[in-house]
């Protein structure tokens, strides 16, 4: 139940901007793979292209191909919203629908698409999904309640759940721990190397402890400086990046002399 | 250690002068004899006799903490008085509106049949043996209260889908093209358009239409649509505006389609204020007197059609009653029956504005743990 992603010579535009330049990658599946560099160097960018939320915003568009098992999201007449069924996505903040109870949320991606499930199924699906968030024992006593009176740290573990609820193939995670204190961040974490055994799991993160400890790939992106494209500097094993990275502006970075 | 114990003072070092607790109630008590005095120099008011003591109180609470207190603590007596002062004149017009309303409108509201009758056969001749033999007044304002409502559901219902697809169009889709700007710019100039202009266009258009004469509780509904559709816009437009992009991108996330996202996602998290914004805009069209005046003109009796024959209104009840008393001689009656009638509509407005609230509550988000 995942698949890898391959990008070919990718080129991200927003309108006539071009924010990231021609960038190759291969996540294999079920692996965790880490985006860091300094800010606005288009890593949040690329990475809401590879389900296609890029082009939300007015105007966003990209150039190249990015392969899901081989079949490209980008190919003519794919729909972005089969793409996005598969490809999950946590963002920076957690964002529950303040309408709905947490079991509601949880089972969000299924109702809002009015697909029918009983309440047996629901309740099956509603446990599962908690329970790989690491969040079944401390809300099963009050699904009914809002999702909005959790703590920061259960709402973006309740938005994973939300997330594995649909059983995407890829889980898409932008700088998700940016907002939670340390303890919360550890529990994420930890649900992130669980749900390696059954996703392949991309992450965009800002703490390069963060990236080391999680990730089996590390991608450096940078920008040459303001108004020019973002690029993918260096892939390769995390170990090697943090370590031994073959660019010097990877080392600089890494090693905090810059960014 | 007796050169650590602290020095035994009556007060703190650090409170300068204080004025008693009860200084407020004791500058009042003096400002209203005060008051009274001068005003029975002068010829007393009550009116007057307020103004004069206020003046009287803000001066001696200031003078008295200038001098006990020093500037500091002056200045903001000073101007909590002028706080409170202002308050109390804004408040002034609305308390004497309402009771004004009150006194002259209850007793047309409880005379019997007051609701429950129409002014279909109510002729002079009553109202002149009311007044010269004490007779029971005839007479109600049911037709009205009928047209009124049925000439405002009527109009809801034009204006609330327009209004909120326009607005649902403008923030999900409108995406700052030339035909978003352009609504928005019409819906601007159509929140300014004079209200008598919006009943001479909808009885225009359907003089074109249906025929010349049209005049329905209909084209009256459509003259104050014209007037709710831009308020209505506009209020759902910025609610829709206000829910966070954050929820739109978690449905979209999801695979949730847009159409299903806006159904099911952002209208639900908005719906609180576009509701109350609709029963805000129901409540400033209700008392609306022009347009339905060219649209769909005097009735004094019971239609319950409205699209066909005249129908009456509370506005254009007041209007007829004050204008062209039923009895030209004894006006009274008429006038008993008007502020009846206002004292009504203004029940109506107050209920629409209470109902916003609580609607506005019962679907506001749920919060809580």
């Not at chain 2, 047209?147 to 559901?153: A, Y």
Request: net charge positive; charged share 15%.
């Amino acid at each position: 139940m995942s698949k890898r992603i391959d990008v070919k010579d990718l080129n991200v535009y927003y309108s006539k901007f071009l924010a990231v330049e021609d960038v190759n990658i291969n996540i294999d599946a079920k692996s965790v793979t880490a985006f860091i560099g300094p800010s606005g160097c288009g890593k949040s960018t690329f990475l809401r292209t590879l389900n296609r939320m890029h082009e939300v915003i007015p105007g966003a568009r990209v150039e190249g191909e990015v392969l899901l098992d081989g079949d490209n999201l980008y190919g003519p007449g794919v729909d972005p919203v089969t793409v996005r069924s598969q490809i999950g996505m946590v963002f920076q903040r957690p964002n529950p629908f303040p309408t709905m109870s947490i079991r509601d949320n949880v089972l969000a991606g299924v109702k809002l698409n009015n697909t029918k499930i009983s309440k047996g199924e629901a309740d099956v699906l509603v446990e599962r999904s908690l329970q790989g968030a690491n969040l079944w024992n401390e809300v099963k006593d009050r699904l009914g309640k809002p999702g909005s009176g959790l703590s920061g740290g259960q709402q973006q573990r309740l938005c994973i759940a939300r997330a594995i609820a649909v059983e995407p193939q890829v889980i898409l995670m932008d700088e998700p721990c940016s907002a939670l204190d340390p303890i919360s961040t550890l529990a994420i974490e930890d649900l992130i190397n669980e749900l390696k055994d059954q996703y392949t799991v991309v992450i965009v993160t800002h703490n390069m402890q963060q990236a080391a400890r999680v990730s089996d790939k590390t991608a450096f992106f940078n920008i040459a400086g303001t108004g020019k494209p973002g690029k993918l500097i260096e892939f390769g094993d995390t170990p090697t990046i943090f370590s031994n990275p073959t660019e010097k502006a990877t080392e600089d970075y890494v090693s905090g002399r810059f960014g | 250690m007796t050169s650590t114990l602290t020095p035994v003072r009556k007060r703190s070092a650090l409170t300068k002068g204080q004025l008693p607790k009860a200084a407020p109630y004791i500058v009042v008590a003096v400002a209203l004899v005060l008051g009274a005095a001068i005003m029975a120099l002068i010829g007393f008011n009550a009116f007057g006799w307020g103004i004069v003591s206020g003046i009287l109180f803000a001066a001696g609470l200031v003078g008295w903490s200038l001098f006990v207190e020093g500037a500091r603590k002056a200045k903001d007596k000073l101007a909590t008085c002028l706080v409170v002062g202002a308050f109390l004149v804004a408040l002034l017009p609305l308390f004497s509106v309402i009771w004004t309303v009150l006194v002259n409108g209850l007793p047309g509201l409880l005379d019997p049949g007051f609701l429950s009758t129409s002014m279909n056969g109510v002729t002079g001749a009553f109202d002149n043996k009311t007044v010269e033999e004490g007779a029971p007044l005839l007479g109600g304002i049911y037709h009205a209260l009928m047209g009124t409502l049925l000439i405002t559901v009527l109009a809801t219902l034009i204006s609330v889908p327009v209004g909120l697809l326009t607005a649902i169009y403008l923030v999900e889709y409108g995406e700052d093209r030339a035909l978003a700007r352009a609504i928005t710019f019409f819906v601007d100039v159509m929140t300014g358009i004079p209200s008598i202009v919006a009943g001479l266009f909808a009885a225009a258009a359907f003089f074109a239409l249906v025929g010349p004469g049209t005049k329905t509780g209909a084209v009256a509904a459509v003259a104050l649509s014209v007037l709710m559709i831009p308020v209505v816009v506009r209020s759902s437009e910025e609610m829709l505006k206000i829910v966070p992009n954050e929820l739109r991108e978690a449905a979209y996330a999801l695979g949730v389609r847009k159409w299903r996202t806006i159904l099911k996602v952002v209208l639900p998290t908005a719906i609180s204020g576009i509701a109350s914004g609709i029963t805000l805009a129901i409540a400033r069209v209700i008392g609306e007197t022009a347009p339905i005046l060219v649209t769909a003109g005097f009735a004094t009796t019971i239609n319950t059609n409205v699209f066909s024959g005249w129908m009456a209104s509370l506005p254009t009840f007041i209007y007829t009653q004050i204008l062209n008393p039923t009895s030209p001689s004894n006006p009274d009656p008429s006038s008993q029956r008007a502020w009846g009638a206002a004292l009504v509509l203004i029940i109506m407005v107050m209920l629409l504005n209470l109902g916003a609230r609580l609607i506005a509550r019962m679907f506001a988000p749920k919060t809580g743990r």
